[in-house]
């Protein structure tokens, strides 16, 4: 028989700001553990949570970016449970009123088809700590506990793997280009849970629902899909039957493994949180929260193509990266050549960063000195071999382009168009037989005649000016 | 010098004007602190208080608490100093920080002399259930009668005169029914009023900090220290602070009283019925308009489940943090939930245990519309209620208690018709957030028995000159127990 996949997704990402979700404790990862903690991250009695008003702004960006509709009014709720890493016994989310509902996004899938995926709520909770389980004890780590989240929710409206790798895609690429979260798999920053049941092909009946928890990589994401996919199949062939359960994905088998079988659903208890009174978000808090947003990945791409000109390739490679992609703003402010600009980025500097295995932040070369070079490049001042010797000096001795250039003794190409048309007519004069032999057909004759060019002024004219001006000139005769 | 009945006011004379300092105050509180026979203290600040008390020594005239001692519930976090709910998961609990409200008041150098026992965790009306047992009411030197609480240690130190105040909290009447039981003003606020911060959560939509005085001017006193918008309290209100004095003594004339008949109708106690009429005559000789006012019965009797369900639910939670791991005393245990199921097996007492399966109970899915939501809704209609009572009076008089302090052995239903109103009914002010005191009215065979005022919501300056005005008309002011022998 043929199963119809139907996939939802819980994404959960943690916002990067300062402070955490209800208390004024910092958010920073890499720190000595427990070192960043007050009392309330610790549900010392008495403690009262206030709202982190960033994270709220926060939470708006991406509600807007998912087209949803944002309640004016915040609510939180307690989802009441026992377990060692969640300090007050309860978490403070949203249940009843997410800021966020109705929203969806739009994916383009590798055959160009493009698919939209609704979005059914986002809403704001807290993180709980970290545990670090031995043997015979676990250590907790309360740094991470009161991080700001943002739960994504998706409508079980996913038929593929790939159709959530890409959905994943375009959620990170939202909470990072929006500056609200590192969007981190591998850190833990954007983590997913994969809700997978298939059903045959035009039923509507769904069938029994799998969990898939912990997946640390994008690419993760579609290969325990598929597996899953090819696993559930194989059963349900077979006249098997699934189980309730919650699996992991374990890469070096390429396989889901199972954690438990789910009984009943856990009761959490949910009633609102008394220590937090509503709080109404006016119109202009909300509008300027979108406003403040910065350019999503989208937006940038379009202005790429439409105002700067470039291919949709290299306007796709130039978004596949927040930091790349501002380093390219910040460049394009000083240049007007932004398609040359987009290929000195695009290979010349991601090749560098790759080869050094380093950010882009930690890029020697400042976006307005690669502009610079850029300029040098687009008025023929200097030709592309010469431009990548003086990149590498401007790297190497962290010189400006021109300094670069002047270490390096690379003298400006002539692109005086008077001096090059006199040095040519006395080529022209000194060897007439070339000139026959070009009109005859002879292409070798003209390479000569910008050779003797070339001979004539040390190399320093500029090739492609000399070129056009020589085909010019030669028609003259 | 004895300066067990002295007011604040009173003290604050002697010591700006230099014939007692705060040291010798906060020593002869200590002091009748460590006599203490009725069970009221958890930790008597000894250290604490005299490093306090010894550092004042230039007068402050202009500010009534300067130098004035006073005891604090064990529900408030006290920086550094043992904080235990009276409850033993919490025994060995030291604090890293102080409440807002103990905050402010050593900022308005008063001297915190200790820490006072409660039922446990603040769950219960009797003071019979801390972890240290039953506090006693010091107006019955025989130890036979309750002080009520769940603030009993507070009612009773500042009944017994060793401060002249003392801070408790208020979720159904935790302040002001032990008032009436102990001969105090007990006072609650607007909810939002006074931070909560630091207080140990038990309902927080009812739950407000309390105050205990001996007399009307001083709660008045100690509310404008506490007062105020606190930004570590996000449902604090930001309404500006009045100074809630000034209105202390002035007249009513013309002003309505209004007393709820269904509850007046279920008052049986004879001397307690003569107490409260003669109050009444009191106010109409005041010039007031006394007027019967209506809430119904159907909604009076359905105070007590309707509080029941909503603080044991929103109790469990909020003393979920209470598993034995990050603080308390910690039990071993295999697996973290052994370790969590033996700090909250051995740590709670039946009772608390008891009210946090009740809890959980209503939450459950399966049951939380028939209990958590109805109960939810009924606060709705209890709060319209109330506000259509006002709709007829500036105030709302009624009796504080069914009777003076009971004694151990009464055995009594509580569900019956003498109690079931009568004795709950002052968690209305908690349901509808509104300003409530307790004043007392009357001397019953030499013990003390209080009445009621609640006034609308911020109406604290209205609310306490209607209890001067009534504090002025039983005489009863600056009430102490005799001293123990």
Not at chain 2, 6 to 18: Q, Y
Not at chain 2, 350 to 377: C, H, T, W
């Amino acid at each position: 028989m043929e199963f119809e996949p139907v996939i939802g997704l819980e994404i959960h990402v943690e916002l990067k700001t300062k402070s955490k979700m209800f208390s004024n404790a910092p958010v920073l990862f890499g720190k000595e553990p427990n070192t960043l903690v007050v009392p309330l991250d610790m549900a010392f009695p008495g403690t009262l949570p206030t709202v982190n008003k960033e994270a709220v702004i926060y939470a708006i960006r991406v509600c807007n970016a998912l087209h949803m509709s944002i309640d004016h009014e915040l609510h939180f709720d307690r989802k009441n449970y026992f377990y060692s890493d969640l300090p007050k016994g309860y978490q403070i989310t949203q249940d009843k009123r997410p800021i966020g509902s109705e929203g969806y996004l739009e994916i383009v899938k590798d055959n160009k088809e493009v698919k939209r995926i609704n979005i059914e709520r986002l809403h704001i909770e807290e993180d709980t700590c970290k545990q670090l389980h031995f043997n015979t004890f676990t250590l907790l780590d309360y740094n991470r506990a009161g991080t700001p989240l943002i739960e994504i929710v998706s409508k079980p409206e996913m038929r593929s793997g790939e159709e959530a790798m890409k959905y994943v895609e375009k959620i990170r690429s939202i909470v990072v280009f929006s500056g609200v979260s590192d969007g981190k798999m591998e850190e833990g920053s954007l983590r997913c849970d994969v809700n997978i049941s298939l059903k045959p092909l035009g039923s509507p009946v769904f069938g029994t629902k799998v969990e898939i928890k912990n997946i640390n990589s994008i690419s993760h994401i579609q290969k325990a899909i598929d597996f899953e996919i090819a696993r559930q199949s194989k059963i349900l062939n077979e006249g098997g039957s699934i189980r309730q359960e919650t699996r992991r994905y374990e890469d070096s088998k390429k396989e889901t493994i199972l954690m438990r079988v789910k009984t009943d659903a856990v009761d959490y208890k949910y009633f609102p949180e008394g220590n937090i009174t509503p709080i109404a978000l006016s119109d202009e808090f909300i509008n300027n929260a979108i406003k403040s947003c910065p350019e999503l990945a989208d937006s940038k791409k379009d202005r790429y193509m439409n105002n700067f000109g470039l291919n949709e390739y290299d306007a796709g490679q130039l978004i596949m990266d927040k930091d790349i992609s501002d380093y390219y703003d910040e460049a394009s402010k000083h240049t007007k050549a932004y398609k040359l600009l987009a290929n000195w980025v695009n290979v010349d500097v991601i090749s560098y960063l790759n080869k050094n295995n380093i950010s882009i932040q930690s890029f020697p070369l400042s976006a307005i000195r690669l502009a610079e070079l850029v300029d040098m490049v687009s008025s023929n001042d200097v030709n592309s071999n010469q431009a990548r010797e003086i990149f590498n000096k401007m790297i190497s001795d962290n010189l400006s382009a021109s300094e670069a250039k002047k270490a390096l003794g690379i003298v400006s190409q002539i692109s005086d168009d008077e001096f090059i048309k006199k040095v040519i007519n006395e080529v022209l004069d000194e060897f007439p037989n070339s000139i026959v032999d070009y009109k005859e057909g002879k292409g070798r004759a003209l390479g000569f005649m910008i050779g003797q060019v070339m001979k004539k002024t040390q190399g320093k004219v500029n090739p492609k000016l000399t070129n056009d001006l020589l085909l010019e000139e030669l028609k003259k005769r | 010098m004895n300066y067990r009945n002295l007011s604040i006011n009173e003290l604050h004379e002697l010591l700006v004007k230099k014939e007692v300092t705060p040291l010798e105050l906060a020593k002869e509180a200590i002091r009748l602190a460590k006599e203490d026979k009725n069970n009221a203290f958890e930790y008597i600040m000894e250290k604490e208080a005299l490093e306090i008390a010894s550092k004042l020594t230039v007068p402050e005239a202009n500010n009534p608490l300067w130098g004035i001692p006073f005891v604090i519930k064990d529900n408030f976090s006290t920086k550094d100093v043992p904080t235990t709910a009276s409850s033993n998961i919490l025994s060995g609990y030291v604090p890293l920080y102080d409440a807002t409200v103990m905050t402010k008041l050593l900022e308005a150098h008063a001297v915190p002399i200790g820490k006072t026992t409660l039922d446990e965790l603040a769950m219960g009306g009797t003071g019979t259930t801390g972890h240290l047992g039953t506090t006693f009411n010091p107006h019955d030197k025989s130890h036979t009668r309750y002080v009520g609480g769940s603030s009993c240690g507070s009612a009773a130190a500042t009944a017994a005169g060793i401060v002249p105040f003392a801070l408790g909290s208020d979720t159904g009447d935790s302040t002001r029914k032990p008032a009436s039981f102990a001969g105090l003003v007990g006072f609650k606020p607007t909810w939002s009023r006074i931070s909560r911060f630091g207080l140990f959560p038990f309902t927080p939509s009812l739950d407000t900090v309390g105050i205990f005085s001996r007399n009307v001017k001083d709660s008045a006193y100690v509310l404008n220290v506490l007062a105020g918008r606190d930004e570590k309290d996000s449902t604090s209100s930001t309404k500006p602070v009045e100074d809630y004095t000034s209105l202390v003594g002035k007249s009513i004339k013309g002003l309505r009283i209004g007393v709820v008949k269904e509850i007046l109708d279920t008052l049986k106690d004879k001397n307690a019925i003569d107490a409260f009429n003669k109050s009444l005559e009191g106010f109409k000789e005041k010039g007031a308009i006394v007027n019967y006012v209506h809430i119904p019965t159907e909604i009076l009797s359905s105070l007590l489940p309707t509080y029941f369900v909503l603080s044991c639910a929103e109790a469990t939670s909020n003393n979920a943090c209470l598993d034995g791991i990050k603080y308390g005393p910690y039990y071993d245990g295999k697996t973290y939930e052994e370790v969590m199921m033996n700090a909250r097996t051995k740590g709670f007492s039946e009772l608390i245990k008891r009210r946090f399966v009740f809890g959980s109970y209503a939450l459950m899915s399966e049951n939380k519309n028939e209990l958590f939501i109805r109960a939810q809704k009924n606060r709705r209609r209890i709060v319209e209620a109330v506000n259509k009572a006002f709709e007829e009076c500036d105030v709302i008089y009624t009796p504080a208690a069914p009777s003076v302090a009971p004694k151990f052995t009464d055995s009594s239903d509580r569900l019956s018709d003498e109690y079931l109103i009568a004795d709950n009914h002052l968690v209305l002010g908690n349901f509808a957030g509104l300003p409530s005191i307790t004043v007392p009215i009357a001397l019953i065979n030499e013990l003390p028995y209080g009445a009621n005022l609640m006034t609308k919501a911020f109406e604290e300056k209205e609310l306490f000159m209607f209890a001067s005005v009534l504090e002025d008309i039983s005489g009863l002011k600056n009430l102490v127990a005799k001293e123990d022998k």
